[in-house]
């Protein structure tokens, strides 16, 4: 993956969808849960928090494969916040993790988009 957000010839490239950034973010939450066993290297408290803001975090189906990977807050506009509400009260954490596992195992940004969309009717049914 390569992308400038402020590079306009790669800007189609800057998606919180591309597996390889879904990747990351799953490493990163992997790296926190496991940061907490080893006091000495991360403090005394197990299990570190991890958090997405901005619109990834106000994404409704990108909110799901978040929660998913691991991501534990999830902070965005006011009025993004039914939706993504609306959209993960439908949805286990075990539906969750399935659909991230999908995101993580697609070839590029579109694909995974499409995965969890199809997997995720309440999306259309709310007109997102």
Known sequence: ???????????HLNSPWQPAVLALVKATCDGARAAGGDPEAFGES?????GVCGEAAGDPGLAVVLVG????SL????????????VLSTVTLEQAKDLAA??????????AVSLVRANLPILGELGL
Do not use: F, H, I
């Open 69 to 72: 990977l691991g991501v534990n």
């Open 46 to 50: 197990a299990n570190k928090p991890v």
């Open 75 to 86: 902070s965005m506009t006011p009025r993004s916040l039914p939706a993504v509400a609306k």
């Open 102 to 111: 999908k995101a993580l195992a697609a070839r590029t940004s579109e694909d």
């Open 1 to 11: 993956m390569a992308a400038d957000r402020q590079l306009g010839s790669l800007a």
